[in-house]
Structures are given as structure tokens and as C-alpha cells.
């Protein structure tokens, strides 16, 4: 039997593969009639304490804003009803127990972000969420 999607989980992190993700995803919300929820996840540095109350802190708040305005744009562009979310902590963790907490039926993601020399082959953020999601992924590169 073939489920039904109607919640479909988009993590962005303003790279390339990201939006490539939210492309897929708005194509599989106009076949199903589907929300789409954009999660940005912003790494939680030990320096902070409190809401994010650094420089560094700030500035990707301010990003990630960005980056969920142009997403939003997108979808509204295309008929598509989303929601933005920012979460704070380890992305493929917090990717995972989002999708969870939300019950989204699919979560499409690029293969690789905007991180480091972790990415070898397939990033490390969407190997974790492949590995520890019990939501189906679909990855896009």
C-alpha cells in the first residue's frame, strides 16, 4: 500500500543541493496536495548561552531567515502552502526528531550541504538522517 503524502520536511541550509531539495519537494507537494515545512537547523556553538546571544550566533539567525524567506518565496510562487522553522543543535539529530515530531510522511533532502571535509561522498548531516530516520528520505542531488 502506498502511503499518502501530505507533510514533507525540507532541511535548508542555503546551499546549492539544498534548494535542489525544496525543488524536488514543491514537485511532490503540487502531485499530493502536500505541505511543505523548511527546517533550518543552526549548529549550537558552547560559546552561547541563553538565545543565541553572539555575533556568530546573530548572524546565522539572520541567515537562516534569509534562506527560509527565499524558500517561502518559492512555494508561494508555486501554490504551495510552508511553514519555516529554525531549531538549534546538531542538524541530523534535529532533522530526524523534527520529522518525527511532526509525523512528515517523506523528508527530501540535497545529498550534500554547505559543511565541511566531512562530505566526502554523500554529507555527513544526510548520511545520519538516512541511517537514523524512521521517516522515508529521498535524496536529491
Known sequence: ?????????????????????LDEAISLAKK????????FVIQAFPTEIGVLRTAIGKALNKQSKNFLEQAQKRCKQNNIDFIDIIEYGDEGAKIVSYA??????VIVMGSRGIGGIKQLVLGSTTNYVLHNSKTPVLVVK
Not at 1 to 21: A, H, Q, T, Y
Request: hydrophobic letters at 40%.
Open 32 to 39: 499530493n496536495n502536500a505541505l511543505i515545512t523548511g527546517l
Open 1 to 21: 500500500m502506498i502511503k499518502e503524502i501530505k507533510k514533507i520536511l525540507v532541511p535548508l541550509d542555503g546551499s546549492k543541493n539544498s534548494f535542489r531539495g
Open 100 to 105: 518525527k515530531k511532526i509525523k512528515a510522511d
